[in-house]
């Protein structure tokens, strides 16, 4: 929904995953599929990223992912495209393309692979700003990309007009560190928190959004969790996080994509296979974790 501002971008917001065949081509039967099966439970949708292996992918089929994803998603809600790449060149190409084709924002992650020093990633956030008209979401993840933006470029890129950071740093410290140190100077900064597994702590903590990869399996669990929150049940609401944890945990028993492949094949998805060198998950885990969704009557 082109047009949004950044703090108009709230609630759960999967990182969604990508289908492919057992070639290794994309399967857009099957991301159509997901897109239908998620949607109706969430606020967003962030594909291309980490779950949706947009790293995995050439520039032409990040292109195509998108197109189908926003397509099939039909105005219903904003898609913010993850168009993070290892150069500038190639993110602003895939921010362009992404705003041209509805993209209600871009998010991308630090450049990655190589080491940078702050005035590198500066540079990158600036260009990748100077491109496009759409908000544009720097994506925190120290773990992947081994380069974290500090709090003074954060605050450089605040100024120059960024629109949030999706914090996927794991570590509710910094996001609270980081929030007390920028929320007063830039009040519509967006912090969106980039795992379910704390949502109810960052949003005590001013979070407005959470990029969640469960919901890319249980859309409706993690909905319920955000309704529960703003229900203002405390109880009910820790309920459900400990839910909400318990089912990640599950999504741990083997490699979490092909695991979440796995989950939604049960749920009855065809969500097709990972790529390659993601394989799929081994029938005892695939066992395992249906016994472990009965238990607790997901399944």
């Not at 189908?68 to 500038?88: A, F, K, M, N």
């Not at 084709?101 to 005035?119: F, H, L, S």
């Not at 994509?257 to 998805?269: D, F, M, N, S, Y």
Request: with cysteine; hydrophobic share 40%; proline share 6%.
């Amino acid at each position: 929904m082109p047009g949004m501002k950044a703090k108009e971008f709230r609630g759960v917001i999967p990182p969604m995953m990508t289908a492919f065949k057992k070639d290794g081509e994309i399967y857009e039967k099957g991301t159509r599929e997901m897109v239908d099966f998620i949607v109706p439970h969430v606020h967003g949708l962030y594909p291309v990223g980490s779950y949706g292996s947009g790293p995995m992918m050439s520039i032409a089929e990040r292109k195509r992912t998108a197109e189908i994803v926003i397509d099939q998603v039909r105005g219903r809600v904003p898609v913010i495209v993850h168009v993070g790449c290892s150069d500038t060149k190639n993110t602003v190409d895939l921010a362009k393309h992404a705003e041209t084709m509805g993209a209600a924002a871009v998010g991308a992650v630090t450049p990655y692979y190589n080491e940078y020093d702050q005035q590198c990633i500066y540079t990158h956030f600036k260009t990748l700003l100077d491109s496009v008209r759409i908000p544009v979401f720097l994506y925190n993840n120290p773990k992947l990309s081994g380069n974290t933006p500090s709090l003074d470029t954060i605050r450089r890129l605040a100024k120059d007009g960024i629109a949030g950071i999706k914090d996927s740093t794991f570590d509710i410290v910094n996001y609270y560190h980081t929030s007390m140190a920028l929320k007063k100077e830039f009040p519509d900064l967006n912090l969106i928190i980039g795992t379910e597994a704390m949502l109810v702590a960052a949003f005590d903590a001013g979070a407005q959004a959470a990029v969640t990869g469960l919901g890319n399996v249980y859309p409706d669990l993690v909905g319920q969790l955000y309704q529960d929150y703003l229900s203002g049940d405390r109880k009910k609401l820790m309920e459900t996080q400990m839910k909400v944890l318990r089912v990640r945990q599950i999504t741990k028993f083997g490699l979490t994509v092909p695991t979440c492949h796995a989950i939604l094949e049960l749920r009855g998805v065809d969500a097709g296979v990972p790529r390659l060198p993601f394989t799929p998950v081994a029938l005892d885990v695939v066992q395992k974790v249906k016994a472990a969704l009965q238990e607790i009557k997901l399944l």
